[in-house]
């Protein structure tokens, strides 16, 4: 059976780090996914507001790279929860169990996004940090700029 799920928005607001008793970390956030038609009635997309969490070295990595307004590719398994209410109702909530969490856009991206003055400054990755994309040396990148040499081209 296979279960895997992946969606990509923005944070909704800063991810919740917590841990638990046995001193595990855990975050939670909520993912912004626009559809990708839009609604017959108005012709505007319709956004989905999904419900994540992220254990261990995930939740910190989120935690400490992520915050409101990111764009994040999230990658895991959808998991349902039912749940009493204080009411005593029966309650079900979805919910992705992040395997990763990737950056959605660059970082020179996410810098021309920066905040007005006196809002929080952008999180970003330390340099070299790849985040899972490629085999990129540490410190460098994974493309080069080629010289243009004259223009021939080899063939």
Same mark, same amino acid.
């Given at each position: ?10 944070? %909704? ?5 917590? !841990? %638990?008793? *046995? ?16 609604? +017959? ?5 319709? %956004? ?5 969490? @992220?254990? +261990?070295? %995930? ?5 400490? !790279?992520?915050?409101?307004? *990111? ?14 209410? +204080?009411?005593?109702?029966?309650? +079900?909530? @979805?919910?992705?169990? @992040?395997?990763?969490? !990737?950056?959605?856009? *660059?970082?020179?991206?996410? &810098? ?20 899972? !994309? ?6 460098? *990148?994974?493309?080069?700029?080629? &010289?243009?040499? &004259? ?5």
């Amino acid at each position: 059976m296979l279960n895997h799920i992946v969606v990509m928005g923005r944070l %909704t607001r800063d991810p919740e780090l917590r !841990y %638990t008793q *046995s001193q595990t970390p855990v975050a939670s956030f909520t993912v912004a996914v626009d559809r990708d038609f839009p609604s +017959r009635e108005t012709g505007e997309r319709q %956004t989905d507001f999904i419900d994540c969490v @992220a254990w +261990r070295n %995930t939740a910190e990595f989120v935690s400490k !790279y992520f915050q409101k307004g *990111s764009m994040a590719a999230v990658s895991g398994r959808l998991q349902i929860r039912d749940w009493t209410d +204080r009411e005593g109702g029966k309650r +079900r909530s @979805a919910e992705i169990v @992040a395997d990763n969490v !990737y950056f959605g856009e *660059s970082k020179r991206s996410r &810098d021309n996004n920066a905040p007005a003055a006196g809002g929080p400054a952008p999180r970003t990755a330390p340099a070299g940090y790849n985040a899972g !994309y490629g085999d990129a040396p540490a410190g460098g *990148s994974a493309f080069a700029e080629l &010289d243009d040499g &004259d223009g021939e081209l080899p063939f």
